[in-house]
């Protein structure tokens, strides 16, 4: 028997933010490919971990995170969102977002249950569906609006193109179980509406599903309301919702994040999460708990300075000749290098640290069909105004 990945993560690879990182980091480019900030977080929040890592303890946390931050988070939900949560069984710690989708996953999905979801959508779905034993099913968000189609959504969660009603649920056929949505989206910059999450959630109230909502982009909706998909009619009891610390605060290298929802569903998060990691990053806790009650003042002023970044990235990627997508939340803007004669964004992308010392992250990445994201290019704009004007100039070399 050769000693090797196992059968459900081979042809996960190297994540492309890793692949393309390397490969900014060898060539010297301006890496807008990861989704990072190039600028830390408040200097108080730094200050804040590292007086508690100074005065300690350094020791495991409760498993579902310290009652600080498990209030804190609750008081979050409720001042943003007027949700009531209770902080002892509503609320689970995580290790960053990644990890609380993926416990989400694990806690919740029987071998075979098919799990819906967008495409393009952030990569860590399609691995934690994979580990949890879970059946991908995707619906498109089409360029250029990536608007939601209703009835292609009922149709994969019914199942229509693998068997539909006749078979069962579990058997990667039959009607699926739950649906992961994100919320601003990631790569597209999508925020969903009001309207098409209502839709949504009919979806899921018809078909019982287990809705995991990802809103680590929450407090960054530039045009259109943030509506977290718990707080409709119908959903609190079907929905995890998680977030983190590290969009929000410019604090990605932390990997604090949270899941609130009903008490049996966190309850399946934790039982998973335990057996994962257990708990982490104590001291960091104590200051994420401080920064969730920054002022508002703090939340505006970090979502408008990231919207003039947006602008500046979009306006400098169209006077490159890329037809741009412009983002309504979000961290990423997606570029269509067919504009300028390019048919494939992943040997485009391949090529450009040598070609101009840029990394950008090719959409087909993100997409189960081939076709969807084929010429499009995902760039981060969540870095300095000089970098960003720096990187539009070396695009626009490419027209030479
Ligand atoms: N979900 C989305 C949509 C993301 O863009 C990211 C990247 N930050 C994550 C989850 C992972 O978040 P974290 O770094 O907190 O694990
Ligand atoms: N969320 C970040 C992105 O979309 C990357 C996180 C990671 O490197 N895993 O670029």
Redesign the pocket.
Known sequence: MPHETAARLRGFGTTIFAEMTALATEAGAINLGQ?FPDEDGPREILEAASEALLAGPNQYTPGRGTPELRAAVVAHAARWYGRELDPDTQVQVTV????G?AAALLGVCEPGDAVVTFEPY?D?YAAGIAMSGGVRRTVALRPPSFGLDVEALRAAVRGDAVGGRSARRGDGAGPARVLVL?SPH?PTGKVFTRAELEAIAEVCREHDLVAIC?E??EHLAFDGEHVPLATLPGMAERTLTVS?A??TFAL?GW?V?WVTGPPALVTAVATAKQFLTFSGHGPLQHAVARALALDDAYFSVARDRLRTRRDRLCDGLEAAGLTTLRPEGGYFAIGDVASIGEDDGAAFCRALPARCGVVGVPVSVFCDDPDLGRTLVRFAYCKREDVIDEAASRLAGLRG
């Open positions: 989704g960053g977002a990644t990890e989708i952030y860590s994100n990631n990802d680590v982009y983190s590290g969009k990605t990997k994040g």
